[in-house]
């Protein structure tokens, strides 16, 4: 990967189209001499820079964050454009040069697992039109049809004349030829790049320390940031001593950076933040003093019997069947605040001057990035630009742009200067955007042969809409709060036929800033439905298997990657001595995801020996890095499973660091078996959906271990003796 | 005023004596794959070797380290990446986001200095750095493919 501050200082023009509209395909917008490859080698078309060495370039718009990203999108633009693989490296063009040209690379956003499934047409039409237009240069300066010319690893052959040439050589003619109309792509199964269990791109530097991430940047003349907003939510500076601390090593400058953070700017950052440490702050705590987890908790148990509510899967009469039922089981779920608890905490770094604001910052959302650095600087958002790093994790925090804000007014201070601001683990932990609280109340109908004839599932709790995408909202409601519940969204609908149900949302949204968490409210959802279906099936008298079966009859695609879990960890046959099994399914971020645990629990201790789990993304474009993300969310869920829970006390979350934020470590760590199973057709998200189907899967195991339902996570606030 | 041995160089650094060891390799020594994670010694991602000893340096103030005491960072693990533990790592393609394995490398490059041949409980009970990427099941499978010499090119 190019390292950004080496580009840093071209301008470009801002072209009349600059609407953040529709994506527009790279190859109708053909700009000589806009190239961004750092020695400055012609581009054939936005996605394919081949350089006269035989380097290929390949553009990557979305971030690595560490789920392979751009080693998927690399690979399906090579697999079109029929390159040398161990020839591609890649880079990141920026946002500003996205907007000066009509967003000819669409959207940067890198959240919902939708790197690849919402871009996959578009690159590898890029990497086909550039392969057209590399033979097309080549068949004209050999007089022959262009339809008569092949190629292999970027070398084009004219058989029937026996000449050959090699993209490197043509590609500057290449890029001055006209881009063809249209491009028909190759179909999956004839992928010998995409579709490959190759290795990452990105692995080499990060081994030895010589990848840069957004903490390490390092600019001539560059000051260090340090800050502490107000702990309390909704709170504000009243009142601080720069006096105090302006005499501390190191130390330039006390800003106040709005209405509610203090920066403490020196040379070093380790001074800057011991400064901050030493800074008398008096806040204004404001009005949320008295918020606990128990008013919280509350005010959610409030709304599980609201009679408002916003309804999001209705079919038959839940209310009237559960009322003449046989029998009837309910049950309360809760799942706590979360942080994301990213290793690399959050940083960004800003050039400001009266005329030019640059930000260089790892991003979920690069041109978000620069939104909020044109608001924050004051600037026309042309005379702005942000260079995206390399992100020391992600996990939908680094979609939030409030640092980016921050370190632009604490630059503006500093004309002509950089200055680098990083977030302390703490500032981390206490600024979050927390995976938000819910409690769901399942209850289900029963009839006497023990067949589910009604289910009714409330969810009480916090919108994530309502606080960060208000504009998403439908009439008052959060479509997303039902994640992996609905009637037939292609991003993830329920797996089970219900005779009558109902699924509603009681929306209360305590004063605590939620965001997007990895896996979003398809986590909670996950636990909630199927562990509430094991309880059935267990009220039933009924194998946990055997009854999800018998609802999804009309759901072949969920039920193909249940029995794929199932079979592989032997669910027919007796668990071995002391172990016991749980299993889940679910469907989210457009794929359909299985889990199979198996568990033993020994004098009241956990142990969680072997997870298997099922993913059918449609297409797997790298095998290899599908499991990579399978592994990584099991550790995301389960951490959150077993451990994770930010409290609130006073208004504030109490948890500051990762003495009191428990996550997993190595040795809670399963064997995780992966089965990819992609049934082609439709294009799903590998990073996310998975990490939904751990718990549930280990919850139902532990049930199956100790008679015990743990419904309030995390595991850790629980006796399993 | 400190003075260290940073991979193998000897150097006086002007900072306040009370400095962690991290910021001082961050900030005067430049040396920025040492990672900052939580700075009280629970996530690992600091961990460089003094006298070949895996320790979280960001708890550990400059004071506390003799001249000639050998400090060794991610950077001086090998000249080219070469050391068996980034030669497993590369193999095996290890890393998601990577912030975590700087650390993650060096306490693995300790603990099979002083144990050849680590069992899982070992790994377990010696590999206590946080990654939240997940690589958990990769870091056992490189430090033992490390210490048995079996890592290969992935190409």
């Excluded at chain 1, 690979?75 to 161990?86: G, H, N, S, Y």
């Amino acid at each position: 990967m190019t390292i950004v501050q080496s580009v840093s200082r071209r301008n470009f023009l801002v072209g009349s189209a600059a609407a953040l509209g529709g994506l527009s395909l790279g190859f109708h917008l053909p700009l000589p001499g806009k190239a961004l490859a750092a020695d400055a080698a012609p581009e054939i078309n936005a996605w394919v820079v081949v350089k006269p060495d035989e380097t290929v370039v390949i553009r990557i718009a979305r971030s690595e964050m560490g789920q392979g990203t751009l080693t998927g999108l690399a690979q399906l633009v090579a697999e079109e454009l029929d390159c040398d693989w161990a020839r591609v490296t890649t880079e990141y063009p920026t946002p500003g040069e996205n907007l000066a040209r009509s967003r000819v690379w669409g959207n940067f956003s890198t959240g919902g697992s939708r790197g690849i499934r919402e871009s996959h047409d578009y690159v590898r039409q890029g990497g086909a039109a550039a392969r057209q237009m590399l033979i097309a240069a080549a068949a004209a300066d050999w007089g022959v049809p262009a339809g008569e010319c092949t190629t292999d690893k970027g070398t084009i052959t004219h058989a029937a004349s026996g000449r050959s040439t090699t993209y490197g050589k043509v590609a500057d003619a290449a890029g001055r030829m006209t881009p063809p109309a249209e491009v028909t792509l190759k179909d999956p199964k004839d992928w010998t790049i995409a579709g490959q269990p190759l290795p990452r791109l990105d692995t080499a530097d990060k081994l030895t320390g010589k990848q840069i991430y957004g903490t390490d940047l390092q600019l001539d003349g560059m000051l260090n940031a340090a800050i502490k907003a107000c702990p309390v939510f909704g709170g504000k500076v009243q009142s601080f001593d720069a006096a105090a601390v302006a005499d501390m090593p190191g130390v330039r400058k006390v800003v106040q950076v709005g209405e509610t953070a203090l920066a403490v700017v020196a040379d070093t950052w380790w001074r800057a933040k011991t400064a901050l440490d030493a800074l008398p702050i008096v806040w204004d705590e404001g009005p949320n003093t008295g918020v606990t987890s128990a008013t919280i908790a509350a005010m959610l148990e409030e709304g599980l019997d609201a009679d408002e509510a916003f309804i999001g899967h209705q079919r038959g009469n839940a209310r009237e069947a559960l009322a003449g039922a046989a029998r009837m089981v309910s049950a309360v779920y809760g799942f706590p605040y979360q942080n994301h608890a990213t290793m690399e905490p959050m940083n960004a770094t800003a050039l400001y001057t009266p005329e030019k604001c640059e930000v260089w910052v790892p991003t979920q959302n690069g041109e978000a990035s620069l939104a909020a650095a044109a608001e924050a600087s004051g600037l026309p958002v042309n005379q702005c630009e942000v260079y995206k790093i390399h992100l020391g994790g992600g996990f939908g925090r680094r979609g939030m742009q409030d640092y980016v804000t921050q370190v632009v007014h604490i630059a503006k201070e500093f004309p002509g200067t950089p200055v680098k601001l990083i977030w302390s683990r703490e500032e981390d932990m206490l600024q979050g955007r927390y995976h938000p609280v819910t409690q769901g109340r399942l209850t289900g109908a029963l009839d006497a042969d023990g067949n589910l004839t009604a289910l009714h599932m409330r969810i009480s709790g916090q919108s994530i809409l309502a606080a960060v995408m208000p504009q998403r909202m439908q009439d008052g409601m959060d479509p997303l709060i039902f994640q992996g519940l609905t009637v037939d969204s292609p991003e993830g609908h329920l797996g089970y036929t219900i005779p009558n149900l109902l699924i509603d949302h009681a929306m209360r949204n305590p004063p605590v800033p939620p965001g997007f968490w990895r896996g979003v409210n398809l986590n909670q959802n996950a636990i909630y439905l199927e562990c509430f279906l094991d309880e059935l099936a267990h009220a039933a008298g009924q194998d946990p298997l055997a009854f999800r079966r018998k609802l999804m009859a009309n759901h072949p695609k969920h039920l193909a990657v249940l029995n794929a879990v199932a079979e592989r960890i032997g669910w027919d046959e007796p668990a071995p001595e002391g172990r016991h099994r749980g299993l889940a399914q679910i469907m989210g971020f457009g794929s359909y995801v299985a889990a199979a645990a198996e568990v033993s629990v020994t004098d009241g201790r956990l142990r969680i020996h072997r997870i298997v789990a099922a993913t059918d993304p449609g297409h797997a474009v790298n095998p290899a890095q599908i499991e990579r993300q399978v592994e990584g969310s099991f550790v995301y869920g389960l951490s959150a499973c077993l451990y994770g829970e930010c409290t609130v006390n006073g208004g504030r979350i109490e948890q500051e660091n990762f003495d009191t934020y428990e996550v997993m470590r190595m040795a809670d760590m399963p064997a995780v078996e992966t089965i990819v199973m992609p049934s082609g057709g439709f294009w799903g998200g590998v990073g996310e959906p998975t990490i939904a189907v751990a718990a549930p899967a280990v919850l139902n195991a532990i049930f199956a271990a100790t008679g015990k339902r743990i419904r309030q996570l995390p595991l850790k606030n629980h006796s399993l003796v | 005023m400190a003075r260290l041995t940073i991979n193998g160089t000897q150097r006086d650094i002007d900072v306040e004596p009370d400095t962690p060891l991290l910021w001082v390799l961050r900030e005067q020594a430049g040396l920025t794959g040492t990672k900052y994670g939580c700075g009280v010694a629970q996530c690992g991602a600091c961990t460089v070797h003094i006298d070949g000893v895996a320790t979280r340096s960001c708890v550990m103030p400059v004071s506390a380290i003799e001249p000639e005491q050998q400090i060794v960072t991610i950077e001086g693990l090998s000249p080219d990446g070469s050391h068996p533990v980034q030669k497993a790592w590369l193999a095996l393609d290890v890393p998601q986001c990577g912030y975590c394995q700087a650390g993650m490398i060096m306490a693995a490059a300790s603990l099979i200095a002083q144990n050849p041949s680590p069992t899982d409980a070992d790994i377990d009970a010696e590999i206590t750095n946080i990654c939240r990427c997940g690589t958990y099941n990769r870091v056992r499978a490189a430090i033992k493919a490390a210490a048995d010499g079996s890592a290969t090119s992935n190409g």
